[in-house]
Each structure stands twice: as structure tokens, then as C-alpha cells.
């Protein structure tokens, strides 16, 4: 398996019952409230705002609009509309408008301190924002063609260009928070134009190198704004912006996790178009420490509030779990990346673990409340007495809305991580409905896929090759299979694994049928024993999914107890009208009355009570009653 290329979105027709209910919500719903938010706020107006009016922009509001604007723009190259279409088209004519002569747009530096740009690229969101714009623009564009939001957004990466690089007049600087690097990349393939990619590359490069331009910065910015608070000491500031080594040195995924993701993804895209072995030997170190050391079980990240982010290996923490949404996005997208740098199960395995948990668990069923953080357990008595910012329901909104406009764009671009191919060969990552004409070498290769994953285990493609040559169908073999049979045209296949793929070869003129039982068993899972808040317990997995146990279902007290594995079955069920598969089966529960009133006792607990329980999958808590949750117990 080399040299794959995703098939990009608008190629990929969806027809899956789960992903096509949770587009449709996310247009009709989702879609509107990040609108009206955005509207009622200030932030698709913040453009035009003048002094004295309300709703003054705020450094971040331009990448909130940005990525409403990319949403729109994964579900236009599904359908036009019109309405959303025009939306968009007049929130372009106003950037087109305000945007300087010289190319220069940002909302807050020209309408709210625009003698101050460029200052305080450690915090204050100027690349960033240019990166979501850029990204926005190049989805719009390949969703209907036109060209005007691209337009805006060359001739603003073009001055970003001429004022950032390694000439003696550039500025050294880079993006406190990682975006622009990666939008870069997606703005290079777009246009063929290289001047974006090295400048991606000289970005990433940049980082970690002496002097060190935030603490050079900093200096400048306190003489020439004395009393403006610039950053925290420069050794913490390091760490958490990742430029306390130079990238291709870095081997420990640190500091805030989103930023440090977002340049994982840029350094990936780099290291595809350009053959750097050192960057792509960073990136395989980088992913071998986050997913085999500080990855939670349903692919959150990143486990403390404090620098919304890593802390040290092993470390994952269930009822404090931070795992912002955004991060769970951002190890999808860069997971997708390392696939196309190196054909692999095992990022496309982390990809589906995140997108069917560590995601949807982000947005409620209705599509209009959403997690920041994604704790592994509830406990309401805790999270009352050390908040943090954690809640026990979702929430309409939140003053920083990177996550609502984040999951917003991201539900939609799904179709675009099902596909890969390359010259000869068509990869199908994801199992889930859908059908594709794949372009090979000329000729026309149709797939259909017929499955009710992530439910069902059953799963049926019809392959028609027009071309007059064989092709390769390789069919990944998920992590939690561990039974898979294949069938092609009715025959029973021997299969040979590598890399987590089997190959089928589907000959020339022909069409085939390729039957696939994935052996979708309840798993119990253990994690390492180095994780030390999880030694001792189990999950539960059936599928992708990972399940929880929650306080309406099972009652108080969660932590006591005990399932009998052998007792769990799956069954279908509906949860507020929602179809779904949940695990029943019986357990003990530690009895209160098989103690004493003493805090501490040589005793053992003796008394058990028998008890039914129900298991839902993480996604869907707290879409009922506020409650208990947990998703690790104690073995039996």
C-alpha cells in the first residue's frame, strides 16, 4: 500500500442511516444555532463594527465564522442551498470589503486596535484566524466553484508571505496557536502555487529555535505597551506552544492539545508533499507517544483544564478528563493525515474510535447543546464541589465557541475519510454506506457499500471495474474484529493481513460482490497497567463503540459495581426515539448494609445484592437526566 490519496467529499455519496440522520440534524439544526449565536453575538457582523456600537470583536471571532463557513460548505457539495449559500456569499462580500489594500483581514486589528498588528502573535490569534479563513475559502471553492472567498484569502496569505520568512526583512515569527500551517498546505494544493507550502514548511521550522521569537517579542511588547499582560514565564510558555524544541526533535506530545494536534497535522501534510524523512520520523514518534501513552479509551485527549491539555505519560484521568471536543476533532483530522503518509490500520483505527466516541459525545441528539469537555465519569457531588468548567448537560453555547463551530464543519467532512486510492488500487477505511465513483487512470470504478454500522456486523460491497485492467480493493480489518470473514462473489476468501488491510483483486470489466462479517463481539477491555486510575478495571466495547453505565438506567453509586461478562448481551433498543444497540446484562453490587458507620474497617464487604444493568454507548450520555456516568469498572 503506497502513495494513497484521499478521495475528497464531493465525491463520496452518503446513504448510512447513522451518519446521514447525524448530517441532517447537523444542517437543520446544528448549522442554525451556531448562526444565530454567531449573529446574535456580534461575530458575522464583527467585519463592519465601528467604535462605540456593541459587540466589540473579540482576537479569536473571524475563526468561529470561518469554520460556520467551511460547514456550509460540506454540506453544499452534497446539495445546493441556496439560502446558506447566500448567507455565505454576503459574509464574503463584507471580508472582501473590509479587507486592506495591502491584503491585510482580520476583524478585530483593523476595526479595533489597528495600530497593534502583529504584536503578539503568542496569544492574539492572527495566524490562526487566517488559517481557519484560508481553510474555509478552499472548502467553499470546491463545494460551488466559486472563486471570490479564494481570492480574498491568496491575496491575504500572499501578505502574510511577503512579511513572514527567512530573509533578512521578514519577520522569524510563527502562530502562537497552530492552524495556518496546515490551511497552507490545503491552500497549496488548491492553487499549485509553492510559495504556501514553504511557507507552511518555514513556520513549523521556525518553532523551537533560538532566539526564541516570543521572548523577543514579549520584550519588545511590554516597552511598547507597558501594562498589557503578554504571557506566562517563558519555560511554561514553551511547553505549552510547543516551542521548546525545534518539531523534527519533538517526541512527547505537550502542552495544549489542540495546538499541538494542528501542528501534528501540518508537519504530516508537509512531510507527504515534500519527502522530509525527519519530519515524517517526528510524526511517527509523536503518534506512538500520544496513542499508545495519553490517549483516552474513546480517543479524547489531553486530560487536565489547566493548560487544556497533556500532563505526563499514562496519566488519564476519568471523572477530571478534560478531552476538549475540539482536540477529539483535531486527532481525527491528523489521524486521517498519517494514513496518506503511511497506509496503516492503525490510524484509520484511531480515527474510528475517535469520530464514533471521543466526537459525538461533544453534541447532544437534537443537535443544538455541546460538551467542551468530555469527561470519562460523572459523579454530580464532585463536579458541584470542583467545577472547573466541567458540566453534567450540554450547553447552547460557550464564550469561547471553537467547539460548537468545530463539530459543526467536522459531522459533514466525514464522507471525505471513508476512500483512499492511488494508481492502481481503491482502500475502504470506514465502513459505512455509501457509494463512490473512483476515477482510475482514466476508467471508472463504482463502489457500493451496504452496511448499518456501527450497529451491525454485516456488511456487503458491490465493486463494478470498468477498466480494462485488474485493481486492488483493499479492505481494512478493524481493530476489535477479531473474526472478520470475507466473501467475494460467494466464495469464501483466505486472507493475508498486512498492515491491517486484506487485498482483493477485482478483474477487469467484471462487477463483484464482496460479502464482509466483522464478528462484532462484546469486548472487555483492560488498559495498561501503568494507567493507575484504571488498574484493576474493564471496559466495555462492542464495535467502535465504547459503552458507559449511567445513574437513569442503573442507579447511584456506579462505582460499586461488579458485571458478570459472561451475562452481557447486546439488543437493540431506542433512547428518546433514537434506534440504537445498548448491553444488558447482570451484576453485584456492593451492599451499604454489609458495613459499618467507621470511615476505615479490616472487613471486608460481604453482602452483595444481584442487579440488572444497561449499558449505552459513551456517545449518547446525558441526553435524558442529568446524572452518574462511568465507563470503567472493576473486574469481577
Request: some cysteine.
Amino acid at each position: 500500500m503506497k502513495n494513497f490519496i484521499p478521495i475528497p467529499f464531493t465525491d463520496v455519496e452518503l446513504k448510512d442511516n447513522f451518519w446521514s440522520e447525524r448530517l441532517i440534524i447537523n444542517q437543520k439544526k446544528t448549522l442554525t444555532a451556531n448562526y444565530q449565536h454567531l449573529k446574535k453575538q456580534g461575530r458575522i457582523d464583527a467585519w463592519t463594527w465601528k467604535k462605540g456600537q456593541p459587540n466589540k470583536p473579540h482576537i479569536f471571532w473571524d475563526s468561529d465564522v470561518a469554520k460556520w463557513i467551511e460547514a456550509v460548505s460540506y454540506h453544499l457539495a452534497n446539495k445546493r442551498n441556496r439560502s446558506l449559500e447566500m448567507k455565505v456569499d454576503h459574509v464574503v462580500d463584507i471580508m472582501a470589503n473590509t479587507q486592506l489594500k495591502n491584503g491585510y483581514l482580520n476583524s478585530y486589528f483593523i476595526n479595533v486596535e489597528p495600530d497593534r498588528k502583529w504584536t503578539n502573535l503568542r496569544n492574539e490569534h492572527e495566524l490562526y484566524c487566517a488559517g481557519h479563513l484560508i481553510e474555509a475559502a478552499v472548502a467553499y471553492y470546491h463545494a460551488t466553484g466559486k472563486d471570490k472567498f479564494l481570492n480574498v484569502m491568496r491575496k491575504y496569505a500572499d501578505l502574510i508571505h511577503k512579511l513572514f520568512g527567512p530573509k533578512r526583512n521578514q519577520k522569524k515569527g510563527y502562530p502562537g496557536h497552530q492552524e495556518i500551517e496546515l490551511a497552507l498546505v490545503k491552500l497549496y494544493r488548491v492553487t499549485n502555487d509553492k510559495k504556501y507550502l514553504e511557507l507552511s514548511r518555514f513556520f513549523l521550522m521556525q518553532r523551537g529555535q533560538d532566539p526564541h521569537y516570543f521572548e523577543t517579542e514579549q520584550k519588545k511588547f511590554e516597552k511598547e505597551y507597558p501594562g498589557k499582560f503578554y504571557m506566562h514565564p517563558p519555560l511554561i510558555n514553551r511547553i505549552y506552544s510547543q516551542t521548546h524544541k525545534p518539531v523534527v526533535d519533538q517526541d512527547e506530545v505537550v502542552g495544549h492539545a489542540v495546538r499541538a494536534v494542528y501542528m501534528y497535522s501540518g508537519m504530516t501534510d508537509v512531510a507527504i508533499e515534500t519527502n522530509d524523512k525527519k519530519l515524517k520520523n517526528a510524526c511517527k514518534g509523536l503518534w506512538e507517544n500520544l496513542t499508545q501513552k495519553r490517549m483516552y479509551i474513546t480517543g479524547g485527549i489531553g486530560p487536565t483544564h489547566h493548560n487544556e491539555g497533556f500532563t505526563f505519560d499514562y496519566d488519564l484521568p476519568n471523572e477530571t478528563a478534560y478531552a476538549e471536543t475540539c482536540a477529539s476533532i483535531a486527532l481525527a483530522n491528523w489521524a486521517h493525515r498519517m494514513f496518506h503518509l503511511e497506509p496503516n490500520s492503525e490510524y484509520i483505527d484511531v480515527l474510528e474510535r475517535v469520530i464514533y466516541n471521543g466526537i459525538l459525545s461533544g453534541l447532544n441528539l437534537k443537535g443544538d447543546r455541546f460538551f467542551y469537555s468530555n469527561r470519562l465519569a460523572a459523579l454530580p457531588k464532585e463536579i458541584e464541589a470542583n467545577p472547573h468548567g466541567f458540566n453534567l448537560e450540554r450547553q447552547p453555547w460557550f464564550d469561547v465557541a471553537c467547539c460548537p463551530t468545530n463539530i459543526v464543519r467536522f459531522l459533514p467532512s466525514i464522507p471525505g475519510f471513508i476512500y483512499s486510492k492511488n494508481k492502481t488500487s481503491v482502500s475502504i477505511n470506514l465502513y459505512i454506506q455509501s457509494k463512490v465513483v473512483v476515477d482510475l487512470n482514466g476508467h471508472s470504478v463504482t463502489i457500493n457499500q451496504k452496511n448499518s454500522q456501527p450497529w451491525d456486523d454485516k456488511c456487503s460491497i458491490q465493486v463494478d471495474n470498468e477498466s480494462r485492467k485488474d485493481i486492488n480493493l483493499f479492505l481494512r480489518v478493524p481493530y476489535w474484529s477479531k473474526k472478520i470473514k470475507v466473501k467475494l462473489n460467494n466464495k469464501l476468501k483466505k486472507l493475508k493481513v498486512s498492515k491491517g488491510y486484506c487485498s482483493l483483486t477485482i478483474p477487469s470489466n467484471s462487477k463483484s460482490k464482496i460479502d464482509i462479517d466483522l464478528g462484532m463481539d462484546i469486548n472487555l477491555v483492560d488498559s495498561n497497567p501503568n494507567v493507575r486510575q484504571n488498574f484493576g478495571k474493564q471496559a466495555i466495547q462492542r464495535g467502535p463503540m465504547i459503552y458507559c453505565m449511567e445513574e437513569i438506567d442503573n442507579g447511584t453509586d456506579l462505582h460499586k459495581i461488579l458485571i458478570n461478562k459472561k451475562s452481557l448481551k447486546a439488543k437493540k433498543g431506542l433512547l428518546n426515539d433514537y434506534n440504537y444497540t445498548f448491553i444488558s446484562g447482570d451484576a453485584k453490587k456492593a451492599d451499604k448494609q454489609g458495613w459499618s458507620k467507621k470511615l476505615y474497617s479490616n472487613k471486608n464487604i460481604k453482602k452483595f445484592k444481584n442487579k440488572k444493568i444497561k449499558m449505552i454507548p459513551y456517545f449518547l450520555w446525558a441526553n435524558r437526566k442529568a446524572g452518574e456516568m462511568k465507563v470503567w469498572f472493576l473486574k469481577n
